[in-house]
């Protein structure tokens, strides 16, 4: 089975979901309805984003001499850096660390870059415990599923199923629905992993060269506690995340947080500096940060494509779309689903691979539309579909460009180029259309299984324009 | 700004072929207003379907054929915000580099969607003949975000003193169509627009308006399939036909 037939049967099966689909729409609705409370004036947001998109792009560009001084602000603050060109180096670096220090078991705070490596299932074949501890993260990791969606990881589950969920596995616990009880009780669950767990692994959400801090945006406490409560804290983030000042966090943090969740700031913010100083009374005594480039090195070297970059992950893109709404996550089967995964999976993983995700969008804009970081995403996707069937700039390294040329679509592109670009031909064509009208066919595949064909008119606009008297020049 | 005297009209190769009655009504429209309309002869399509597509040494054919039907410094108007919306907006993309470049951009430049022309330029006023009517708008992505003139087609139909504009559910979300999305996607689309006739028969509207006849041969054609008598129009046959006395 190829990507394309891959990708249909997990529509198909997203399609025929109904309760699937009710979960994401109202979610959705609920989320995007928040958001818009944060931003009731747009000239403000608008100033915002462009501030945000300023820090972002500053920090693409500088990246290589903020790493540098990031690595060394760290290592000077006592945290250790290490660099993983693939997955596979992050989790070897993330399982030798964890072995050396003796971890047999680890909390986790969310994090997408793990979802990258697959580090939960290295660790586990390590023999390593993995308990994760965000709430979504935790329900999803009893349900064996990937998250479908970066921020709100268990957002596909209702009520009823997380009680169900919940009811199988921790059958002591009296059965309940409601969401403040379920939240107590993971929360009684993982109090005792945060005491007992050896190490604990987050993700980054910026990581400051200047100072050489490690910020972490949550609402549960989760990372607060993962990051220091174990004697051992290991962050793992991609490259990108480097930016430049202290003063740059503000307006990311603000732009962020308004967006992913329409809170106007998050329950915990954490800035993780170093690691537990000689009388201090907690936190790790060693702290490590993995930073992974996975493709991202990759993808910079095109000016265009670099945009992508920018990306702060707070999931706004997937929000709105429409496109995923209908779907849910899981069907894109990538780490990262909706529209920031269209435009990032197939450069970090290959068009050959996912490209035909890229076929997953109307290009409505609306994903450009709210980005705090203003990507262009229908640019990037409608450049992606053009590498996908025909190498753009020989430049630029992305993986399989031109994979998805199919000879009958392209043949079915040439002719219409020849009809399209002769006038005289055209004329013919409508011509011929109009007259024999009757003659359009009443099926056309997909679309008339959920509308009417359309059907020539009797005469083309050149000819009643001509017949109201209006010129041609 | 171009002298407004005189107009080209770029039909678009859906009008043109499927809905001309929606064209006509579009250049009569400016013909009341004193503008005279020309319709180039040798017009085809904006390029837009392959570009989508990722074809684009196509689209840049095709876009190339159009720009010796718009020689002289006048506007040209474009009845649909998608059409209009790859002109102003991707011409400049498409052609980047390339010896006609300069040709490209000059008509980007010069480049209207019809309400906009309508409202901005024109300064339209409009007298409502019709019978009362309830109709809800559908805005199209790319006349709401690509060229920013959304409330254009708001601002006509609120001219018309007789016509109840009724508002659905989700109003901004893409109604499925995207160009050869509806066929590569066709069950994401298919379900897209169900949602989107579903929000526009809860509002109880009797017909659906919108800028671009591509949201309407999807909208337009599930209400067909679907059984139902929902009218759909273009907002030019629409203002033409309460503004003319015809029946719509």
């Known amino acids: 089975m190829n990507q394309t037939q891959a990708f249909h049967r997990r529509i198909d099966a997203a399609l025929h979901n109904d309760q699937l689909r009710r979960n994401f729409r109202s979610a959705l609705s609920g989320i995007q309805a928040k958001r818009e ?15 945000a998109r ?3 792009a500053n920090a693409l560009v500088r990246q290589p001499e903020l790493l540098e001084q990031l690595e060394a602000r760290l290592t000077a603050n006592g945290i250790q850096v290490h660099w993983a060109e693939t997955p596979q180096q992050a989790n070897t670096i993330i399982g030798d660390i964890l072995q050396a220090a003796g971890a047999r078991s680890v909390v986790k705070g969310k994090s997408m870059v793990s979802e990258e490596t697959e580090l939960n299932h290295y660790l586990e074949q390590l ?24 921020v709100a990881p268990a957002i596909h589950k209702n009520r009823r199923e997380v009680a169900e969920l919940f009811h199988r596995f921790y059958p002591d616990i009296p059965y309940t629905e409601d969401i403040d009880q379920l939240t107590q009780s993971a929360r009684l ?13 987050s993700g980054v959400n910026f990581a400051v060269a200047e100072t050489g801090t490690l910020c972490l945006v949550e609402n549960e406490g989760n990372g607060r506690l993962s990051t220091t409560a ?5 962050a793992i983030t991609g490259v990108e995340k480097v930016v430049e000042r202290l003063s740059d966090v503000p307006p990311l943090l603000e732009i962020l947080t308004k967006s992913a969740t329409g809170q106007p700031i998050t329950t915990y913010f954490n800035m993780i500096s170093r690691p537990r100083q000689p009388g201090e009374l907690d936190g790790p005594e060693a702290v490590h940060l993995v930073l992974l480039d996975n493709g991202r090195s990759r993808i910079r070297v095109d000016e265009e494509l670099l945009d992508t970059l920018r990306c702060i992950r707070c999931g706004t893109c997937i929000n709105y779309c429409p496109v995923y709404v209908q779907l849910g996550g899981h069907a894109y089967g990538t780490v990262y689903p909706g529209p920031i995964g269209i435009a990032l999976e197939p450069q970090r993983i290959g068009i050959d691979k996912v490209g035909t995700l890229t076929s997953a969008c109307t290009m409505c804009g609306a994903c450009g539309e709210v980005c705090p970081v203003k990507i262009p995403l229908p640019k990037l996707i409608n450049r992606l579909r053009a590498e996908a069937v025909n190498e753009q ?3 630029t390294p992305l993986l399989g460009r031109g994979s998805l040329r199919k000879p009958s679509e392209a043949t079915i592109w040439k002719l219409w180029q020849q009809m399209y670009s002769r006038p005289r031909l055209y004329r013919l064509f409508t011509l011929v259309a109009t007259r024999l009208r009757w003659l359009t066919p009443g099926s056309l595949g997909g679309w008339t299984r959920y509308r009417s064909a359309p059907r020539p008119a009797p005469r083309s606009l050149r000819e009643l324009a001509m017949k109201e008297g209006f010129g041609s020049e | 700004m171009p002298a407004t005297s005189q107009v080209y009209f770029f039909a678009t190769c859906l009008i043109d072929l499927l809905y001309p009655q929606a064209g006509l009504a579009g250049m009569q429209l400016l013909r009341r207003e004193g503008v005279e309309v020309i319709f180039p002869a040798n017009q085809t399509c904006c390029g837009q379907p392959a570009f989508n597509s990722g074809y684009r040494d196509e689209a840049l054919a095709v876009a190339r054929a159009q720009l010796a039907c718009f020689p002289r410094d006048i506007p040209v108007v474009v009845p649909s915000g998608s059409c209009g919306g790859m002109m102003r907006q991707h011409w400049p993309e498409l052609f980047a580099g390339q010896p006609d470049e300069q040709a490209a951009l000059d008509v980007a430049a010069r480049t209207y969607e019809l309400t906009e022309f309508l409202v901005d330029v024109l300064q339209i006023r409009l007298r409502d003949l019709g019978e009362p009517l309830a109709v809800a708008i559908h805005t199209s992505c790319s006349a709401r975000r690509e060229m920013g003139v ?14 109840e504009v009724l508002t659905q559910a989700r109003k901004a979300e893409c109604c499925g169509f995207g160009g050869t999305f509806a066929v590569k996607q066709a069950d994401v689309s298919g ?7 579903d929000a526009l028969r809860a509002t109880a509207a009797q017909c659906v308006i919108s800028q671009d006849c591509g949201c309407l041969m999807n909208i337009g054609g599930a209400f067909e399939k679907q059984g139902d008598g929902l009218q759909t129009r273009h907002i030019a046959e629409f203002l033409w036909e309460r503004t003319e006395g015809a029946a719509p």
């Open chain 1, 37 to 51: 409370t944060q931003f009731p004036d747009d000239t403000q947001l608008q100033s915002l984003r462009e501030q």
């Open chain 1, 54 to 56: 300023m820090v972002r």
């Open chain 1, 127 to 150: 023999g390593i415990e993995v308990v994760e501890s965000d709430l979504g993260e935790f329900i999803i990791q009893l349900a064996q599923e990937p998250p479908s969606h970066i």
């Open chain 1, 189 to 201: 669950i993982l109090r005792e992993k945060f005491a007992a767990a050896d190490a604990g692994i």
């Open chain 1, 230 to 234: 174990p004697r051992v804290h290991i």
């Open chain 1, 393 to 395: 700039r020989t430049t």
């Open chain 2, 150 to 163: 959304a409330d254009r087609i708001e601002s006509l139909v609120a001219q018309l003193d007789k016509v």
């Open chain 2, 191 to 197: 379900a897209m627009v169900r949602d989107k006739t």
